[in-house]
Nanobody
């Protein structure tokens, strides 16, 4: 069992930055690929970024490429999402997820095993 707890969300003006953190319980963090998803009101949940178990491989949605950076510290059981140049369309609830598979036929972290409770990110114009 893995528990994921996100933090770092908040209200920021367009062009600003936020850093989300996701702390994982348990000793098996390094055996999971990790990722960040988001869900805006009235929209489906979408993947934002993913990182492999070692951190060597990363994936970004086109909408955030060049602005967001995902990283992980396996010694601290934590995954991060650095968000720069934020836009109002980035407003959403952001969720951390853990999966055995970094990529499957359905996409990155398409079979997530564990989810965090979510943290709200609001970007004002």
């Amino acid at each position: 069992q893995v528990q994921l707890v996100e933090s770092g969300g908040g209200l920021v003006q367009a062009g600003g930055s936020l850093r989300l953190s996701c702390a994982a319980s348990g000793r098996t963090f390094s055996t999971y690929a990790m990722g960040w998803f988001r869900q805006a009101p009235g929209k489906e949940r979408e993947i934002v970024a993913a990182i492999s178990r070692s951190g060597y491989s990363t994936y970004y949605a086109d909408s955030v490429k060049g602005r967001f950076t995902i990283s992980r510290d396996n010694a601290k059981n934590t995954v991060y999402l650095q968000m720069n140049s934020l836009k109002p369309e980035d407003t959403a609830v952001y969720y951390c997820a853990a999966a055995q598979a970094y990529y499957s036929g359905s996409g990155y972290l398409s079979e997530a095993d564990y989810w965090g409770q979510g943290t709200q990110v609001t970007v004002s114009s």
